[in-house]
T-cell receptor, first 114, second 111 residues
Framework: ETGVTQSPTHLIKTRGQQVTLRCSSQ?????VSWYQQALGQGPQFIFQ???????GRGNFPPRFSGLQFPNYSSELNVNALELDDSALYLC?????????????FGSGTQLSVL | DAKTTQPPSMDCAEGRAANLPCNHS???????VYWYRQIHSQGPQYIIH???NNETNEMASLIITEDRKSSTLILPHATLRDTAVYYC????????????FGTGTSLTVIP
């Protein structure tokens, strides 16, 4: 059983560029969530995908968008990057959307916007 | 959405029990309490979760008060590798079951 994997591990972009981050969910999991973690803060929920459809969204602008593919892997896209987008981006997968379901996190992508 | 309150930092001697408190006074009846920890900006690692009853697994014990307004995570024999930021989370049932992380408790295990 493979865990949650994210790529790339580190990324440097400049303001105004666009970025795509990728996540492979744990084997058998059909739900993927993305979180943003700024330095010194707890992770903040961006959105969740369940069976290829967005299933919930946090307080993030539309330039944060995502996709989930038939194999349940996922992408996070951020357009028009801003300096404040510099953060650790975490992907988490779970078996389903149940109230007591556990999230399994990847190691994250560290994004730096210059 | 239920929020949690945790002390920002705690110390614990190696080999002793670490007791990490959490307040969640606005928790709803069907919302679970989860604990995760994060080491060196890696992804958060699941520790334990519960609804009403106390829970125990190979990593820790979770004690939830009868009114469910607070809980305590217990690491029975803390080691240096338990040094991490510990997050107490109440999982919202209203908005896609998202996890609301606070700023957590930074636990330092001292040799």
């Amino acid at each position: 059983e493979t865990g949650v994997t994210q790529s790339p591990t580190h990324l440097i972009k400049t303001r105004g560029q666009q970025v795509t981050l990728r996540c492979s969910s744990q084997s058998g999991h059909n739900t993927v969530s993305w979180y943003q973690q700024a330095l010194g803060q707890g992770p903040q929920f961006i959105f969740q995908y369940y069976r290829e459809e967005e299933n919930g969204r946090g307080n993030f602008p539309p330039r944060f968008s995502g996709l989930q593919f038939p194999n349940y892997s996922s992408e996070l896209n951020v357009n028009a990057l801003e300096l404040d987008d510099s953060a650790l981006y975490l992907c988490a997968s779970s078996l389903d959307r149940e109230r007591d379901e556990k999230l399994f996190f990847g190691s994250g992508t560290q994004l730096s916007v210059l | 959405d239920a929020k949690t309150t945790q002390p920002p930092s705690m110390d614990c001697a190696e080999g002793r029990a670490a007791n990490l408190p959490c307040n969640h006074s606005t928790i709803s009846g069907n919302e679970y309490v989860y604990w995760y920890r994060q080491i060196h900006s890696q992804g958060p690692q699941y520790i334990i979760h519960g609804l009403k009853n106390n829970e125990t697994n190979e990593m820790a014990s979770l004690i939830i008060t009868e009114d469910r307004k607070s809980s305590t995570l217990i690491l029975p024999h803390a080691t240096l590798r338990d040094t991490a930021v510990y997050y107490c989370i109440v999982r919202s049932s209203n908005t896609g079951n998202q996890f609301y992380f606070g700023t957590g408790t930074s636990l330092t295990v001292i040799p």
